[in-house]
């Protein structure tokens, strides 16, 4: 029962030490991405410095690079954590192994002691000789086989546990190896975060500085982005009027006229069997959409907040901001019908894509490259992204079921 008892708990260990690689792959696949991340934020802080005015999104973007180095810090003591599981579960079976071992090699001695007295043909042969009966000399004769075959076995399993003590001990070697290097990988990670925290209150210093001027510039954009907001919102209520238009006009066989009026004067889209399935997939797919930029960082999330540095500041946004680097495209995020196309600012273009009864917003492009009625697929290239005077290049992108809005960040892939 003992017996049963140590090997189901040294498959266990077994079992353990067969998953802790899977473990240790994924995190090193968190690693690798939370550092391409950190890489893009680097990118988008080295585009922006000497530009004096987007110190404010400078400080953004530097706070989100300390969150991802702190995640990284925190995904490499879990690497070591688990090496250190590992290194501890190795080290019980180099335990056991050793204690097996010199059992066995005991055991294998005095075997070999015995061997050694009665090794001459002639005590083996009057060993047999000496038997009362036929049937006593066989059994003699079986015994002495088992007995040389139990030997033999014994030889085999001792060579056998030597080798895989010797591959267990050689794989806790390089495991306490691997541990040294996650550790000193670590404290490097811990001073380049110290470095990043001075170089966030320096920046934040220097908006401390500035604070008058930067504040007349968010009261000034918010302003802005109100007048832009309700372009969007009429923009929306007339995608909305001629879709039911064109549904009332289709229906023209099978609708009374009150119900076509009905349809007509809807607030929200009459939605067509072929719509609403567009608008279910639209719907289904919350949480994996593609981003609608290729790399950036959301600068200003969804809804009435504090603003970011200056938290007695109270800012709306009906989307999010997300800055890129200068010369990045806008992606659809959904297959899509374009319903409008429009200057939303002298040098603002806004692109309007409807899928069902839900519309996605993508505003502040320089250039577009589709028209109203064109059909675009999930990742298409509409426009490329306006970089303003200040060097910022940001993509205000916005997502609603007709008029009600919705905060996009939950909606796009993590």
Not at 74 to 100: F, G, P, W
Not at 248 to 256: I, P, T, V
Not at 358 to 363: M, Q
Request: aromatic fraction near 6%; glycine fraction near 4%.
């Amino acid at each position: 029962m003992i017996k049963k008892i140590v090997y189901i708990f040294f498959l266990c260990l077994t079992s353990m030490a067969w998953s802790q690689p899977t473990k240790q792959e994924q995190l090193e696949e968190r690693k690798a991405k939370i550092q391409q991340e950190i890489q893009e934020k680097q990118e988008l802080l080295n585009s922006m410095k000497n530009k004096e005015k987007t110190v404010v999104s400078q400080l953004m973007i530097q706070k989100e690079k300390i969150g991802l180095k702190e995640k990284l810090i925190k995904t490499t003591e879990k690497q070591t954590k688990l090496l250190n599981d590992d290194i501890y579960n190795n080290q019980l079976q180099i335990n056991k192994l050793n204690k097996d071992l010199e059992k066995l090699r005991e055991d294998y001695a005095e075997m070999i002691r015995k061997s050694y007295k009665s090794r001459s043909e002639e005590s083996r042969a009057m060993f047999l000789l000496s038997s009362e009966n036929f049937l006593q000399a066989y059994k003699r004769a079986q015994y002495m086989k088992q007995y040389a075959s139990y030997r033999k076995a014994q030889g085999i399993e001792i060579k056998e546990k030597t080798e895989k003590l010797n591959k267990v001990t050689n794989e806790i070697k390089v495991q306490k190896s691997e541990k040294e290097k996650l550790i000193a990988a670590n404290e490097k990670e811990k001073q380049a975060l110290e470095q990043e925290k001075q170089e966030q209150e320096k920046i934040a210093k220097q908006i401390q500085k500035d604070k008058k001027s930067i504040i007349a510039e968010i009261k000034k954009k918010q302003q802005e982005t109100k007048k832009i907001d309700a372009q969007i919102q009429k923009l929306i209520r007339e995608a909305i009027a001629e879709a039911n238009r064109k549904t009332a006009k289709a229906s023209s066989g099978s609708k009374s006229s009150s119900e076509k009026k009905a349809i007509e004067n809807s607030v929200n889209i009459v939605l067509t069997p072929e719509g609403k399935i567009i608008s279910d997939n639209f719907k289904s797919n919350k949480g994996r959409l593609p981003w609608p930029v290729e790399k950036g960082a959301i600068t200003l999330g969804y809804g009435e907040q504090p603003h970011p540095v200056f938290r007695t500041l109270t800012v709306y946004n009906s989307g999010i901001e997300i800055t890129t680097e200068s010369g990045a495209n806008a992606k659809a995020v959904f297959d899509g019908e374009v319903s409008q196309v429009q200057l939303t600012s002298p040098q603002k273009k806004t692109v309007i894509i409807k899928h069902g009864d839900f519309f996605t917003v993508y505003n502040n492009l320089s250039t577009v490259n589709v028209r109203e009625g064109d059909k675009v697929s999930a990742r298409e290239v509409i426009g490329k992204i306006r970089t303003d005077g200040d060097g910022k290049t940001i993509l205000k992108f916005m997502i609603s079921q007709n008029t009600t809005y919705f905060n996009p960040t939950p909606w796009l892939s993590k």
